[in-house]
């Protein structure tokens, strides 16, 4: 029996799936995942805004991202890039931390990028792997989130790729 605070495996493996469209070449829409001064503008729920976003994006190479909701309301993140393969695929972890920066929601996050008829479609699977027993519920809010993040992503996607 898992404790309060103890991030376990997640008997339950919840998936948030999106594919997404979009007008705009593959190198492109890979780079809107991988340059921390982009990734700042439109990751998060509508409203938020990034006061930390740190991004190594290489295998090995490390996230910090800091989200912060209208309220003022932060929401500390880590993670960690397990596979880059260039314009096509980024995978990568994504760790929500509590109040003193331990582990509730680990989720593994998988991106790919396919050119299709000089567009690029993508597709978001973002799989809950470990969680603290309070966090278990939390896919409900992933899917909320990142379709609130893909919906920004695409704004902005738009205003850069003119």
């Known amino acids: 029996m898992a404790t309060k605070n103890e ?3 997640n008997p339950v493996r919840q998936e948030v799936n999106i594919t997404r469209i979009f007008d705009a070449p593959r190198e492109l829409v890979f780079k809107m995942w991988t340059d921390p ?3 700042e503008k439109w990751w998060g729920p509508k409203d938020f805004i990034n006061p930390v976003c740190k991004l190594d994006a290489r295998v090995d190479g ?3 991202i800091v989200m912060q909701g209208p309220d003022g309301m932060k929401y500390p993140t880590r993670g960690i890039f397990t596979e880059i ?4 695929r980024i995978v990568f ?3 929500k931390e509590g109040d003193n920066g331990e582990a509730q929601l ?3 996050n998988t991106v790919t990028f396919m050119e299709e008829n000089g567009k690029t479609k993508m597709t978001l699977r973002a799989t809950v792997v470990k969680s603290t027993p309070e966090a278990c519920g939390s896919v409900d809010g992933m899917n909320v989130g990142w379709n609130q993040s893909i919906d920004r992503f695409a704004d902005l996607l738009a205003s850069v790729n003119k």
């Open 37 to 39: 001064a982009l990734v």
């Open 93 to 95: 972890t994504n760790i």
């Open 62 to 64: 490390s996230m910090r």
């Open 85 to 88: 393969t260039e314009h096509e």
């Open 106 to 108: 680990e989720v593994l």
């Open 7 to 9: 991030l376990v495996d």
